[in-house]
């Protein structure tokens, strides 16, 4: 095994640990709370914390002693498909069966039905830790508590959650629940098809309503993982595509694996238990390999509504982008394991007179590989919790709003401001966590020289399995295209505020009075050069010379006849480029606040020297990639498009939508 030894993943990672200790824990616990209010609720985030503490101990110990030594047996175990059925490699279902019997379904469930009613952070804590230990365990593990997670906040959310004096006490999916958290079964988030992935709009698969109010679903679904579970999420087309194209004819609908003689969902084991979707077969997949990737047909088969029809789109997102956080926690498990295994060989394997670890280039590589690592969770664990907060209030005014006015408005702004900053911060991590994942696991082979690429050592799987962390949950580039959009919108609709934003970045680059706060600003003054670049040159090639106008006058000028799908080319050749310069200044601005925070701790001198070393790399690099957006001629344009930039391709409409 090449990832060295340790007893334990949360005891030996420092760095994890004061992620969780920056949480305001009275904050979300007191929003986890308020959902059940339980007799044995915590009442303090401290209490919590120090509970969730000794949680992640044993749990840490758990992925440290129990599946990383396993590593290589998950890696050459496949699950095995016949006669539709699908038997789960013999390791991973000894591992699973063992993570059941310690609790961790039901991590972030409620009491009432066997849970612990923790913080999705918790869990995306101990997700970091079991993909360190193998990532295929981490893959299946997401289809236990978050789906039955999403299955409740649905529940809330379209409002079918009975209430007792204010306390849920009843949910839709509440014997669904109940056999997710005993670890019997677990769900599937079912979106691709053979012919669409990143492009919804583009989905076939349909259902059609029945008297009883109850649908079937028709339609072919690909690389499903853990599409062997009892619990289906499925987004399909309910309505007529003539007067509800693309996205707007989607519908979210529940799927049972399988149905009782009365039609209706009921147990797996249930005595007349028959199947309501078939397994076509399941994929042979370049890595992840204890994970299942199925095919999966329905025919006819049962389905219920969840919400309204036509909201599958929107009700498809909320669980996509806790996936995008979720998979940023699977890239900092794989990045932390491909460090760890680079330097415990590095420090020492010797080549000509000293270990490769005090070569400079080697020294380097691991140098950086720590710092990304570092700036990653910090950005992720901040992603991650304003993404928790916003949805815990968002579900408690939905579901329990309060009877004070006041109290909801002041509910209303928090949920908001919560939205916002993980609206920001989710396409960056999951951009950055997935592309990071493969390029630190490529650099721990090559640390690692020959030895890296033969089998034994491990490193060959790490990168085989990091390689589909920039596809799945949307692509690095679909990623790259919301952030361009948000960005750019919010510029452009408010160009008086963008302006005030580059005014005042410009003059604490130039004047604070704190080196890191200046660093932070210079970076920050970087991508906003860039978001003006782009915004002049796709102004400049839609209305002609645009660009030169003051800022002021953008509004008009690029509203008028302004179709951004087509008008946009500029903007999405630099999508990616932009988007590596909005995450490299929002790192470091999150380390630098985090610095400032811990001043006059035994954590301040470590802190800023974190965020020092990362303006060291990123400011510089962050230069190269303007000069790159700076220095793109319109030929170049012409050039990819085979035509005039002002003709840009109208497919690229979906993905600017
Ligand atoms: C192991 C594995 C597990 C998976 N698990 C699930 C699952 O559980 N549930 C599920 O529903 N799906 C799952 N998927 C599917 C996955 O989400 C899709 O493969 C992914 O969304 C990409 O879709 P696609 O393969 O159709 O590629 P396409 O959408 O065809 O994209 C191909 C390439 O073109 C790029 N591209 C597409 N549109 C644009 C654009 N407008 N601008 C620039 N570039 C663009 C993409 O970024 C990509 O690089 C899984 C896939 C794998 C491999």
Partial sequence: MAQPASSNFFLDN???????????????????????????????????????????????????????????ELDEQHPHFHDGVVDDAPRLKKIFDALAGLGTMGLTLP???????????????????????????AGH???????????????????????????????????????????????????????????LARLRAHALVQKDGSWRLNGQKIFITAGH??????????????????????????????????????????????????????????????????????????????????EGFR???????????????????TCEAAFRTARAYAEERVAMGKTLARHEMIADYLDEMDIVIRGLRAVTFEAAFHEECGMRIK???????????????????????????????????????????????RMCMQILGGIGYITETGAEKLLRDALVIPVYEGTSQIQALMALKDNLQAAIKNPARFARDIAETRLLALSSSD????????????????????????????????????????????????????DFSFGLLHAERLTKLLTWSHTAEVLVTQARSVAGTADADERTEIAQRFIERFEPRSKGVLIEIEATSGSLLQRLLGRSPKKASSSSKAAAE
């Avoid at 920056?22 to 609720?41: A, G, K, T």
Wanted: proline share 4%; with cysteine; net charge neutral.
């Fill in 14 to 72: 420092d760095d994890l640990r004061f992620q969780l200790s920056r949480i305001d824990w009275d904050v979300l616990v007191d929003l986890q709370e308020r959902m059940f209010l339980d007799d044995d609720r915590f009442h303090t985030g401290r209490e919590a914390k120090a509970f969730y503490d000794e949680l992640l101990t044993s749990l840490g110990e758990f992925a440290a002693k129990e599946i990383a030594p396993f590593e290589r």
């Fill in 395 to 441: 579900t408690i005014l939905k579901s329990n709003p309060p009877a004070n006015a006041d109290a909801r408005k002041d509910l209303d702004r928090k949920a908001k401001q919560h939205t916002d900053r993980s609206r920001v911060l989710t396409p960056l991590i999951k951009y950055w966590g997935g592309e990071e994942a493969v390029r630190q696991t």
């Fill in 315 to 333: 009700l498809m997102l909320v669980l996509m982008n806790n996936a995008r956080i979720i998979v940023a926690f699977e890239a900092l498990g």
């Fill in 515 to 566: 080196s890191l706060e200046k660093g932070a600003a210079r970076m920050k003054m970087i991508t906003l050069s860039a978001m003006q670049t782009i915004i002049s040159r796709v102004a400049a090639d839609k209305l002609g010379g645009v660009g030169k106008k003051p800022i002021g006058q953008w509004r008009a000028s690029l509203t008028k006849e302004w179709d951004p799908a087509v």
């Fill in 229 to 310: 579970g009892e619990h289906h999420v499925v987004i399909a087309r309910s309505e007529d595509e003539g007067t509800h194209p693309g996205l707007k004819g989607l519908s979210l609908f529940y799927v049972p694996g399988h149905i009782g003689a009365n039609g209706k969902p009921c147990a797996k084991d249930a005595a007349d238990a028959r199947p309501n979707l078939i397994i076509g077969g399941i994929e042979h997949k370049m890595g992840q390999h204890s994970a299942v990737a199925a095919t999966i047909h329905y025919e006819n088969s049962y389905a219920e509504l969840i919400g309204q029809r036509g």
């Fill in 111 to 137: 009491r009432r039905l066997g849970g612990l009613n923790a913080p999705n952070l918790i869990s995306n804590t101990l997700l970091e830790m079991l993909t360190r230990a193998d990532a295929s365990v």
């Fill in 141 to 199: 593990f997401g289809f236990y508590g978050g789906m039955a997670s999403a299955l409740m906040f649905y529940s809330a959310d379209e409002g079918s959650v009975t209430y007792e004096g204010g306390v849920p006490v009843k949910s839709r999916f509440d014997a669904e629940i109940s056999r997710i958290v005993a670890g019997k079964e677990w769900g599937a988030m079912v979106l691709t098809e053979p012919h669409a992935g990143s492009d």
